[in-house]
C-alpha cells in the first residue's frame, strides 16, 4: 500500500465521526498498519488490538454482570436503545439479544474437540447457561468432583471456547455434587462414559 492509499491519521478529525462510523476508521487504520512491510509493526499492532479487546470485553461484561445481578434488565434494555451505548454493547454481544441458537452451535462445536478426552477418563460436560460470554458448565461422571478437573479440563475447555467463540469471556463450573476425588489411574477407566446405573422402571420386568 502506498502512503497515498493509506489512511491519514490527522483526516477526518475525531470530532466530525459519528460514534458508529469511528469502528469503520479504526479498523481502516488497523488495516493500513496491518500491511506494513516492517513485521515487527504488524505483530505488535496485533497484539494492542488483543488487549484493548480484552481490556474492554472483560470491563464492559462484568459492568453488565453487576446490572444483571441489581435486577436491571430494564436498565439494560434502554441502554441498548441509545444509539452510543447501545452500538458499544452490541459489538461485545452484551447485555443485548444475540443469536442464542447460533451460540449454542458454536459453544457445542468447541466442546465437541474436548469431549473425547473427557470421555476417555469417564466424565462428560452439560452447558447450563450462556449469558454476556460466560458458559457456566456441569460436570458429570469421573470429572465432577475430580480435583483435576479444574487444572486439566477446564483449561482445555477454555481454550477450545477462545478458539471458537468471539466474544467468549470465561468458564464457571458448578460446584462438585460428588466428594473430592483424584482422577482415574492409566487403565481404570478404558471405554466410554460411565456416569451411573440407570435404575429399572416399576413396569420393566426384573431379570435373575
Not at 479504526?26 to 506494513?36: D, F, G, K, P, Q
Not at 460466560?134 to 471456547?161: K, P, S
Not at 460446584?175 to 429399572?200: S, Y
Amino acid at each position: 500500500m502506498s502512503g497515498d492509499d493509506a489512511p491519514s491519521a490527522r483526516d477526518p478529525r475525531p470530532a466530525e465521526l459519528a460514534y458508529s462510523e469511528i469502528l469503520d476508521r479504526v479498523a481502516a487504520l488497523a488495516t493500513a498498519l496491518i500491511e506494513h512491510p516492517e513485521p515487527a509493526v504488524r505483530e505488535g499492532l496485533e497484539e494492542l488490538l488483543d488487549w484493548l479487546d480484552v481490556f474492554h470485553r472483560e470491563g464492559l461484561g462484568r459492568f453488565v454482570e453487576m446490572v444483571r445481578q441489581w435486577r436491571g434488565e430494564l436498565f439494560l434494555e434502554q441502554a441498548a436503545l441509545d444509539p452510543v451505548v447501545g452500538e458499544l454493547l452490541e459489538t461485545y454481544s452484551l447485555g443485548v439479544d444475540v443469536d442464542a441458537s447460533a451460540v449454542d452451535r458454536v459453544v457445542q462445536l468447541a466442546l465437541d474437540d474436548v469431549r473425547p478426552y473427557i470421555h476417555s477418563h469417564g466424565g462428560d460436560v452439560e452447558v447450563r447457561s450462556i449469558v454476556d460470554g460466560v458458559v457456566q458448565l456441569r460436570m458429570h461422571g469421573t470429572c465432577n468432583g475430580c480435583t483435576a478437573a479444574d487444572d486439566t479440563v477446564t483449561r482445555r475447555i477454555e481454550v477450545a471456547l477462545r478458539e471458537q467463540w468471539i466474544d467468549f469471556r470465561r468458564v464457571e463450573v458448578e460446584p462438585a455434587t460428588e466428594a473430592a476425588h483424584p482422577p482415574p489411574t492409566d487403565g481404570q477407566v478404558t471405554t466410554g462414559l460411565q456416569i451411573g446405573r440407570k435404575e429399572p422402571s416399576p413396569s420393566s420386568p426384573s431379570t435373575s
